[in-house]
């Protein structure tokens, strides 16, 4: 289809345009109106106990450590967690993310440091929720510790590794109008060309069913006698 062809199609189909225009502003409204958004951020490292042999917690970390604290994380991150942490009064969205301590040639998760994220509307809101998903990850921990029945003195502690800091995510309200622009205007030529080609078939097929009917060559079948 050459653009010359195109544009008429657009211009008889000109009652399509004006709709996904307005579909279109419509979508671009609260796109360009988007409330702020701040990532609260903190880190946490899973540490085994002190020991005369690692005095050091660091020096004495197990993959076995890390893949306990990946294990957590995986249950809180469920369904079921998101809608305890609700109630417990955590705001917009979380994520609690093992963080890898590889290489890209060797990529293994040594170091059981945790990342937890929350992304909510409000600042102070978003700091409270962290600490709430920060306390209930180190609860789960203790809980986890209490069932398997391990004594004080050999149990893994959490500990901070990068305090709680908010962020302001950035948000470009000139490239979200652009971003809906052209999708708008995109989805609104293949609706448009779409409706034009299958309106040009259903009329095609219509002029050939009436061609057929006034054929000089068409006869009507004959009527059975009724003797």
Not at 94 to 106: A, L, M, S
Not at 143 to 148: F, H, I, K, N, T
Request: hydrophobic share 40%.
């Amino acid at each position: 289809m050459f653009l010359s062809d195109m544009a008429g199609v657009l211009e008889r189909r000109w009652y399509l345009i004006i709709a996904g225009a307005l579909i279109t502003a419509a979508a671009a409204n609260p796109t360009v109106r988007t409330d702020d958004r701040f990532l609260a951020s903190e880190v946490l490292m899973i540490q085994p106990p002190v020991s005369p042999y690692a005095p050091n917690p660091v020096t004495g970390l197990y993959p076995s450590i890390a893949v306990t604290a990946a294990a957590i994380a995986n249950r809180l991150n469920t369904a079921d967690s998101q809608e305890t942490f609700r109630a417990k009064g955590v705001t917009g969205t979380y994520r609690f993310e093992p963080r890898n301590t590889g290489t890209r040639q060797e990529p293994r998760y040594v170091i059981g440091s945790m990342s937890i994220t929350n992304i909510s509307t409000d600042e102070e809101d978003g700091l409270r929720s962290l600490r709430i998903l920060s306390s209930t990850y180190e609860q789960e921990l203790k809980e986890m510790q209490d069932e398997w029945r391990v004594r004080k003195d050999l149990r893994i502690t959490v500990a901070t590794l990068v305090p709680a800091t908010s962020t302001l995510l950035t948000h470009a309200p000139l490239r979200s109008l652009i971003g809906v622009a052209l999708l708008g205007t995109l989805g609104t030529s293949a609706v448009t060309l779409w409706t034009d080609a299958a309106l040009s078939r259903r009329r095609r097929r219509a002029t050939a069913r009436l061609s057929t009917a006034d054929s000089p060559n068409w006869t009507e079948p004959l009527a059975r006698s009724a003797h």
